[in-house]
């Protein structure tokens, strides 16, 4: 897939970003926001939860490690509030005691390549069937 069909593909999908490292944050949700017209930002799982408990995103992308709520408490409420949402991590951290690959539809390793968040929109175009 390339960078207009990835666009094309994403373009109508609500996605709630949540990344408690403001660099990091910055620079992926610039990147993001050039294929999500409805995108909105979270720094930490208590108000990413709170944005998604108002918007029901079909996608969420978010860090592990966080303040106030941790990403895995996080996507366990956004689950049951909304079971078909598309759950993706971006995180440093793969431990088995955080949460484990075939819990979440995709796993990004930090830090991410321009390739493979291209790679996880695919995947996710394709869950989707968008």
Known sequence: MNIKESH???SNIKL???EDEEGIRNQT???LQKFFTE???AEDGE???EL???KLHDLVITDLKMPKMSGKEMLSKIV???PDTITVVMSGISSDSDIKKDEVDFFIDKPASLDTLLQMMEVVSKKMKV
């Open 8 to 10: 094309d593909a994403m």
């Open 16 to 18: 709630l970003y949540v």
């Open 29 to 31: 949700a610039n990147f």
């Open 39 to 41: 995108m909105d930002i």
């Open 47 to 49: 108000a990413g939860l």
């Open 52 to 54: 998604f408990s108002k």
């Open 80 to 82: 049951a509030l909304k």
